[in-house]
């Protein structure tokens, strides 16, 4: 006997820094009675239980899987547990809900809970040979955002490859470093322990899925690359991946131990959590939508983050720190930005009020950079950008935060392994419609070549040269992805030596002076 489920197309939307939109199948979450199908494509085995998804002529989704115990009562604010076994088929025609995140910065209204530990497959029609896996990590500052957003269709079935998009603790869930919460020197990166807890499961699993558990690459972009920076370093993380992609991934962004529990504790004691002796138990006692604010550590221009903890037994250091050392793994590495990151959060930021004009342009930078404001006043004065406080502005986080820190990544990276390094830049992408509200062009902002890879909505369709540079880019992290390149005319760098791609709708080209465009030389000296 052989059958199929199908679910129906539905929308939702979501917030523009991680992209709109995902058209995902759903028919509702649980569990069915058991039956024998025993080749039915719609239905696999897991270590758990069986699971049936849907299927199409291109491609097959299994959403929702639990990848863990639900991190609730007295498992919130520990390592993830594992997940419990069940009978018959459970359903997963639809994506499990949205881990709690924060609701003043949220534009999708679907459901968050705290028991959110799932994760999506997308394949290819099965075929008996094992493919080549990529784990994609959202992005959201560590505070938003869901794996269910990334439609992966065009990537597993033009790569024949197969996809897992997952979800993990954000925010104050994810990341509370109270010392309270653990063992000395061991808080605050459960959502970063998720993310390893799912890279196990695929090495237990994905065969099952048609997938090769010894052909795994980790990729993600913005707090997602992060992430991926962090596993390049995590003890935990070695030997889960085998490939790995940053894209706009600040990775210099990270919190040492001291400063995460001293901003911990103040959240703590702002939750009516400040008794030393009852913190714990008080912490986890209080209901989900008391810790829907997030915990945040620090800020990148004028977004604030939450995010791992560095000098802790999981991330013992930072990953421009082990990388430099040449402690990352030793593993093909593909770093991407866009050539106007910071102009999307300029622009959101603009939207929402904030004033970017030359009085206030001393308090951005100095939000942005500190001590340091007035030196970067003077390399990045507005006149050199037709006078826009918000083009000179972005343009100094942009280099200073996104491109400097990337290609220097790079180059500690590239001295023990290939790296291959690009730099989206499309300064048409489509973007969504209240972003262009703004008085200045988003241009390649951030996150904006993510509709170039996955089937996303919410903004005007591609051109047709659009349309060919995302077939190129898909193209290029399949071989990367299969064969750990991306395949000729990218070349690899090597140390600081070495080609960079500049990917461009009217043809992609090796570009020389990244450096110079961005003010790499400054910046490499205002960091020392």
Sequence with gaps: MRTTTVGKGRRRALPVLVVLALVLAGCGRGQTA????????GVVRTESGA????????????????????????LRWQPPAP???????????????????????????????????????????????????????HGGS?????????????LASRGDMVVVTINYRLGALGFLAHPALGPAGDVGNYGLADQQAALRWVHDNIAAFGGDPDKVTIAGESAGGMAVCDHLVAPGSAGLFNAAIVQSGPCQAQYDLPTAERTSEKYAADAGCGDPAT??????????????????????????????VT????????????????????????????????????????????????????????????????????????????????????????????????????GSLSTNQPVYFSEFDDPGAP??????????????????????????????????????????????????????????????????????????PNGNRVIADFGETHRCDFWAGLKS
């Design 431 to 504: 973007a969504p419609e209240p972003l262009h509200t703004a008085p200045f062009p988003v241009g390649a902002g951030h996150s904006l070549e993510l509709r170039y890879l996955f089937d996303v909505g919410g903004a005007p369709a591609l051109d047709p040269a659009q349309q060919r540079l995302s077939d190129e880019m898909i193209d290029y992290w399949i071989g990367f992805i299969s064969s750990g390149s991306p395949g000729a005319g990218w070349p690899a760098m090597h140390g600081d030596a070495g080609e960079r791609i500049s990917l461009q």
């Design 279 to 308: 913190v714990a138990a008080c912490l986890r006692g209080l209901p989900p939508e008391r810790l829907q604010t997030p915990v945040l550590y620090g800020r990148i221009g004028t977004e604030q983050l939450s995010g791992p």
């Design 51 to 74: 699971v049936r998804g849907t299927v199409s002529a291109d491609h097959r989704l299994f959403a929702g899987i639990p990848y863990a115990a639900p991190p609730v009562g007295a």
């Design 83 to 137: 997940v419990a076994q069940w009978s018959g088929f459970r359903d997963a025609t639809q994506p499990g809900p949205r881990c709690i995140q924060d609701a003043s910065n949220d534009v999708d209204r679907s459901e968050t809970s705290e028991d959110c530990l799932t994760l999506n497959v997308w394949t290819p029609p099965p075929t008996g040979e094992p493919r080549p896996v990529m784990v994609w990590i």
């Design 34 to 41: 058991t039956i024998d199908i025993p080749d039915d494509p």
């Design 311 to 410: 000098g802790t037994r999981t991330l013992p250091v930072d990953p421009m720190t082990g990388a430099a050392r040449g402690v990352a793994a030793n593993v093909p590495t593909m770093i991407g930005t866009t050539a106007d990151e910071f102009t999307l959060f300029t622009a959101l930021q603009y939207i929402r009020g904030r004033a970017f004009d030359a009085t206030h342009y001393p308090e951005l930078l100095s939000q942005a950079f500190g001590a340091n404001a007035g030196v970067v006043a003077q390399q990045y004065p507005p006149d050199q950008f037709g006078g826009s406080v918000p083009l000179a502005y972005s343009a100094a986080v942009t280099d200073g935060v996104f491109a400097c820190p990337a290609d220097r990544l790079a």
């Design 142 to 154: 560590f505070i938003n955002g869901s794996g269910d957003i990334y439609n992966a269709r065009r």
